[in-house]
Every structure is written in structure tokens, then in C-alpha cells.
């Protein structure tokens, strides 16, 4: 009986102990990353938040792009040289759910569900195509030998927007986005396929992309 019970209590302490000790090491690596990003990564790059628990992890980092300037905005002075408006600025949210540790859907170090959280015009925008669906979505899995793999997804559509304001309405067909790669050390393998976009059925067509 002692020893049952003690094997429980060893039980416990790893079912424990080992996805904490996981989880540290997963947030650790994370703030390392954000880091030296501006090492090899030309936008501006910050942390918001990191919640860790004990399975699973929430964060949020915070993106700003350079969209350069409007040339609806470029104007020509006294002595007829262009004047370029400031560059616009992109700022993004990007949402991160974090699972560490062995789980049901298998054995890994962490998987990240990566994320785009919109806001104001650019969400009214997006959602007028996507509803409620993500857009994009990033998923990371890192493995137990420092492997990394994933996924980016985005669903098909196939929708009419309504008039608004000048612009008239039209009818939007996007079939989807998907793409796997994997990497180990320097060595990056991926696919991605896109089958396309079609606006207005024949009046903008881009694709497949393969």
C-alpha cells in the first residue's frame, strides 16, 4: 500500500512538476525570441502580456508596419520638388494561445495558435469578407528536439458584399489558403497552395499559387 501510494505521489509530482518546468522554459524562449527580434526583424516588435498556466499559455505582442506613405498625399512645393507625406503606420495585435507539454493530440515542447486581433476600420472591413471566421491563422508546433513544423490557413469565401456609400457592391470569391513547412537546424521545407481570388466574377482574378 506504501509503495502505491507513493507511486501516486510521484505520479502527481511529474504530472506536475514536468508540463511547470515546460511551461518557464516555453515562456523563457518566447521572451528571448521578442528580444532579438530587432536583430533580424525590421518592425518593431513588443509583448503586451504573458498569462502562464500550467497546460496552456496566453500572450499578446504587439506589431507596428511601415506602410510607407499615401501617394494620393504626395504634393509639390514653391520650387517643384515632391513633398512625401509621413509613411503610414500599421499598428497589429497578434494573439497567442500556448500549450506546453505532453498532450492527447501529441507529444511536443509547445504548440502556438498564432493569431490577428483587428480593430476599427480594418476589422469592419475584414469581417465584411470573413464574419466571424479568423482570417489567418498561424499554427507552431515546437518539438521535443528543437523541431519546429506548422501550419497557415485561411478559409475559402465566397460572398457578396453590399453597396457602401460610392462604392458598389460585389460579388467576392477567395479559395483559401494553406501551407505546411517544417524546419530542423537551417533546413526550411515548405508548401503552400492557394487555389485564388476572383472579384466580381471575371474582373479580378489572381492564381492558383501553388
Do not use: C
Amino acid at each position: 500500500a506504501f509503495r502505491a501510494v507513493s507511486g501516486l505521489g510521484v505520479g502527481a509530482a511529474l504530472g506536475v512538476g514536468l508540463p511547470y518546468a515546460i511551461g518557464m522554459k516555453v515562456e523563457s524562449d518566447f521572451r528571448a525570441a521578442l528580444a532579438t527580434a530587432p536583430d533580424h526583424y525590421p518592425y518593431p516588435l513588443s509583448l503586451l502580456r504573458y498569462e502562464r498556466g500550467l497546460f496552456s499559455s496566453v500572450a499578446e505582442t504587439r506589431q507596428v508596419l511601415d506602410l510607407g506613405p499615401d501617394t494620393d498625399d504626395i504634393t509639390i512645393d514653391d520650387e517643384g520638388k515632391l513633398v512625401m507625406p509621413p509613411s503610414r503606420l500599421l499598428t497589429l495585435t497578434l494573439h497567442h494561445a500556448i500549450s506546453h507539454g505532453p498532450r492527447l493530440d501529441g507529444l511536443r515542447l509547445a504548440r502556438f495558435v498564432n493569431t490577428v486581433k483587428l480593430d476599427g476600420d480594418l476589422r469592419v472591413a475584414v469581417s465584411r469578407v470573413f464574419g466571424a471566421a479568423e482570417p489567418l491563422t498561424l499554427t507552431i508546433d515546437v518539438g521535443l528536439g528543437g523541431g519546429v513544423s506548422g501550419a497557415l490557413v485561411s478559409p475559402a469565401v465566397d460572398t457578396t458584399l453590399p453597396a457602401d456609400g460610392d462604392d458598389k457592391g460585389s460579388h467576392f470569391q477567395w479559395s483559401g489558403l494553406s501551407s505546411r513547412f517544417s524546419m530542423s537546424g537551417d533546413h526550411l521545407v515548405g508548401t503552400l497552395e492557394a487555389p485564388g481570388v476572383k472579384i466580381d466574377n471575371d474582373v479580378f482574378v489572381m492564381g492558383p499559387v501553388a
